[in-house]
T-cell receptor, first 114, second 116 residues
Framework: GDSVTQMEGPVTLSEEAFLTINCTYT??????LFWYVQYPGEGLQLLLK???ADDKGSNKGFEATYRKETTSFHLEKGSVQVSDSAVYFC?????????????WGLGTSLAVNP | SAVISQKPSRDICQRGTSLTIQCQVD?????MFWYRQQPGQSLTLIAT?????????ESGFVIDKFPISRPNLTFSTLTVSNMSPEDSSIYLC?????????????FGPGTRLTVT
């Protein structure tokens, strides 16, 4: 079945370091891909998305490119801040009719130290 | 994007009792979802609650334990019935919408439930 695999955390970085959180997926069709962020004690926020191959989603300095050939959607940021400390979830949706369920990765915790 | 509120934000309940969680959306939405998130873990979908039809439950979740109401396009409730400590979790309401031809899903702030 469809699935999402994220790199395991926790990831610990110093401020201004480069961030990559790997996400790969398995899907029988052409999904939309999402990154969500959950700050401590809060609900989930949609960070960025991409709906087709080679699309790049970007928001708040974060980027992810939909790579169909490698079935990946890795999250990157050039210079992280302490305020980026959160749990990041990769997810996909198969865009199949009325099936709008999201398939979730397990989440990757990021801690950024000053 | 939709603005979603949930009540209560947290509660501590005794085993054997029931708690009803409310979800209010600031706009009309067709697709609504209820999730459970155990501490430090990913999300687990409990059910999809589309207006005008019965809720559709995921494997491992049943209506008797998690009855859902969806009386209109801006409101839903999830009841956690006959609670046990294993029900301690964060319960999240979510809505889906198609914006500019692409699908997005938005989440409420969650209800943190502790069962003693």
């Amino acid at each position: 079945g469809d699935s999402v695999t994220q790199m395991e955390g926790p990831v610990t970085l110093s401020e201004e370091a480069f961030l990559t959180i790997n996400c790969t997926y398995t899907a029988t069709g052409y999904p939309s891909l999402f990154w969500y962020v959950q700050y401590p004690g809060e609900g989930l926020q949609l960070l960025l998305k991409a709906t087709k191959a080679d699309d790049k989603g970007s928001n708040k300095g974060f980027e992810a490119t939909y790579r169909k050939e490698t079935t990946s959607f890795h999250l990157e940021k050039g210079s992280v801040q302490v305020s980026d400390s959160a749990v990041y979830f990769c997810a996909l949706n198969m865009n199949a009719g009325n099936n709008r369920k999201l398939i979730w990765g397990l989440g990757t915790s990021l801690a950024v130290n000053p | 994007s939709a603005v979603i509120s949930q009540k209560p934000s947290r509660d501590i309940c005794q085993r054997g009792t029931s708690l009803t969680i409310q979800c209010q959306v600031d706009s009309q939405v067709t697709m609504m979802f209820w999730y459970r998130q155990q501490p430090g873990q990913s999300l687990t979908l409990i059910a999809t609650a589309n207006q005008g039809s019965e809720a559709t439950y995921e494997s491992g979740f049943v209506i008797d334990k998690f009855p859902i109401s969806r009386p209109n396009l801006t409101f839903s409730t999830l009841t956690v019935s006959n609670m046990s400590p294993e029900d301690s979790s964060i319960y999240l309401c979510s809505v889906g919408s198609v914006t500019s031809g692409s699908y997005e899903q938005y989440f409420g702030p969650g209800t943190r439930l502790t069962v003693t």
